[in-house]
């Protein structure tokens, strides 16, 4: 840890200072410092309610802030229009429900944004678009419509979108948490092979604790709003130190 | 225990036709309340049926140069009315000579937009924006004229078919995309943009058609300064316009609101800017979802130009009614002009429907929310 705070401002794909949300006058984040030095895998779990999904959707603006700073690749997000598009194309998110275009092929789908974005020719991006699409094995769906394809193969494919924008920062938010059991595991391989591959910053929030124990190198527990517990995968599965943090790890363990 | 290692083959559907029998009898015949409204609806059908063909086609008249010819014992209808008249009902007062100038605006739009109807057409974009934004001067150039070597024909000869088909593509064009505009501005989360947008909708919904008109006709020339003549089809357009974009803008907002958040979320998380993820995600979803609603408002505007009559411009109905029905030589046929309205008016309003249903169907993808 110590040695990670000495390093360069750069050297941080993501820095959370004192960050504060309120939801009205519902104060949903609390004072959240959280380093992320580039190429990390985090995994951050915590019950339902306690502000994982606003955490990580700060990040890329999706909620915004009331307090604090967030530093996204050494540049503090003001909320800038044009600042935003920019640093959104370096920044991936995987959302629960998938979120697919249903009015687009596949390929549509995983072209859109470089073809729009990143202004990269229509031959190129599909040739990108069919290189991801391998990677999460479902090259042979490329011409269907979302609405065709199973939960797990549609999670998939958000995930080749994400890629297709080339990020430095992958967000997860519940990958597998609305898929059917089978599913689950097709899901997860290729996000291990994802963060096996190194390089890639990722930030995911989820219960799979066998996904935590193979990738993560550091896991946070949250719970009202805070922070609880920071640690590496086997001393916060091993050892937990806080109160709460023991009595979910309980709960998760038991069901 | 059970255990099996057949693998059951695949087998085609069972077929849903069982004979024409068969349908009689579970949709005509399957209760005592059923046999007795099918005998009754056939005895509507006996009773009404063979006097309307009667009259409108075994004893119609089709071709006759006088009234007189129409007249008489055993007589239907006077179709040969409508034809005697046919330059009339089309075009209006448009000077006959002139009837090639419009013929060929309207040959071009439909060479035109028959390409955006095939499959694997490359370059549709383009060519939409060429008929949305450069055909409408062609088509003023050949109908108006007044330069370039065509003779001037004033708006207040335009009438007929011609004049109700001008208002109604005029007015879909233009309020289909200010429409979407103001539904988008309602939705903004810029308070003043959202107001003005709420102003001008609630505005436009509030008040009839007619009087919008007749504002137009009457009460902007007042406003205007001294002297400026503005043409008064294009004031009435004007309003017309202004009026079928507020409704427009309601039927798209509820298609905005029924797309789920995620949708603008993933779009924008990928770093697409506003109006690339409206236009892009938001907007093609939302408005194929509104597909019978809109169609629903262009038909009632389509059948709304019957009202520019009021401020005395000659549509389809108007001709019919107004023109043909004091014209002394052919007195005595108002029915088959009207008659005759009515089957242009469905025509056009059947086919908007028919292919309103196709369209939804092509962009079927399956997804079910
Ligand atoms: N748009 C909103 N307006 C008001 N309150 C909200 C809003 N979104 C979330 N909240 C509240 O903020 C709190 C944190 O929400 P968040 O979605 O971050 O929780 P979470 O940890 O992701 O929970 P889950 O595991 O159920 O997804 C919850 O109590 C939720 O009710
Ligand atoms: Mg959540």
């Known amino acids: ?255 | 225990m059970y255990v099996t290692d057949k693998i059951l083959p695949e087998l085609p559907a069972p077929s849903n036709s069982k004979g024409v029998v068969h349908w009689l009898k579970s949709n005509l015949f399957s209760s005592p309340v059923n046999i007795v409204f099918t005998f009754l609806g056939l005895l509507l059908l006996y009773k009404t049926l063979p006097p309307i063909i009667q009259w409108a086609f075994i004893d119609a008249t089709w071709v006759a140069d006088t009234r007189e010819e129409c007249l008489g014992e055993g007589k239907g209808a006077c179709w040969a009315y409508i034809g005697n008249r046919f330059g009339q009902v089309m075009y209006g007062f448009y000077p006959p000579a002139e009837y090639w100038r419009p013929n060929i605006a309207g040959i071009l739009l439909i060479a035109l937009t028959i390409p955006l109807f095939i499959e694997k057409m490359p370059r549709k974009v383009w060519l939409g924006a060429f008929i949305l934004l450069v055909f409408p001067f062609i088509a003023y150039y050949l109908i108006h004229g007044g330069f370039l070597g065509l003779s001037e024909v004033g708006t207040d000869k335009w009438g007929g078919l011609m004049l109700t088909l001008i208002i109604s593509l005029v007015g879909i064009a233009a309020a289909l995309p200010l429409g979407i505009i103001l539904a988008l501005g309602r939705r903004s989360e810029m308070p003043i943009i959202k107001s003005v947008c709420v102003i001008f909708i609630e505005f436009w919904r509030g008040v009839p058609l007619i009087s919008v008109l007749f504002m137009a006709s009457v009460m902007l020339p007042l406003f205007l300064p001294e002297g400026s003549s503005f043409d008064k089809l294009a004031r009435a357009m004007i309003g017309i316009i202004l009026f079928q974009a507020a409704y427009v803008a309601e039927v798209v907002r509820g298609g905005l609101q029924a797309i789920p958040k995620g949708q603008y979320e993933a779009a924008v998380a990928m770093g697409l800017s506003y109006w690339k993820s409206m236009t892009l995600i938001i907007l093609p979803q939302a408005l194929k979802l509104v597909i019978p609603g809109l169609v629903n408002t262009f038909i009632a505007l389509f059948k709304d130009t019957t009202l520019v009559l009021i401020i005395g411009l000659f549509d389809l109905l108007a001709i019919i009614e107004n023109v043909l029905g004091s014209d002394s030589s052919w007195l005595g046929f108002f029915t088959e002009g009207l008659v005759f309205a009515a089957f242009v008016f469905w025509i056009f309003c059947f086919a908007m429907s028919r292919y309103s249903m196709a369209l939804e169907r092509k962009l079927d993808t399956g997804h079910r929310n």
């Open chain 1, 1 to 255: 840890m110590s040695e990670a705070n000495t390093q360069a401002q750069h050297d941080y794909a993501i820095r959370m200072i004192n960050l504060n949300k309120w939801y009205g006058d519902f104060h949903v984040l609390k004072d959240i410092n959280l380093d992320v030095t580039q190429g990390e895998r985090i995994v951050i779990c915590g019950p339902s309610g306690s502000g994982k999904s606003t955490v990580i959707r700060c990040i890329n603006h999706l909620e915004e802030h009331q307090k604090g700073q967030i530093i996204v690749n050494g540049e503090e997000i003001t909320g800038d229009v044009k600042q935003l598009e920019r640093l959104r194309t370096d920044v991936g998110m995987c959302f629960q429900h998938f979120n697919l275009f249903p009015h687009l092929s596949i390929l549509d789908n995983l072209t859109l944004a470089p073809i729009w974005v990143r202004k990269i020719p229509k031959a190129e991006a599909e040739a990108t678009a069919m290189k991801y699409l391998e990677r999460v094995k479902i090259p042979d769906q490329a011409s269907k419509y979302p609405g065709q394809l199973s939960g797990g193969q549609q999670q998939r494919v958000a995930i080749a979108r994400s890629l297709c924008m080339n990020p430095k920062i992958m967000l997860f938010d519940e990958p597998t948490s609305a898929l059917d059991p089978e599913m689950i595991s097709e899901v997860l391989d290729v996000m291990i092979e994802l963060a096996n591959e190194g390089g890639m910053t990722m930030l995911c929030v989820t219960h799979e604790m066998g996904f935590a124990k193979q990738v993560a190198d550091r896991v946070i527990f949250m719970d009202a709003g805070q922070i609880i517990e920071e640690n590496t995968p086997n001393e916060f599965f091993n050892n937990p130190q806080s109160e709460r943090t023991q009595l979910f790890l309980s709960q998760i363990i038991a069901h």
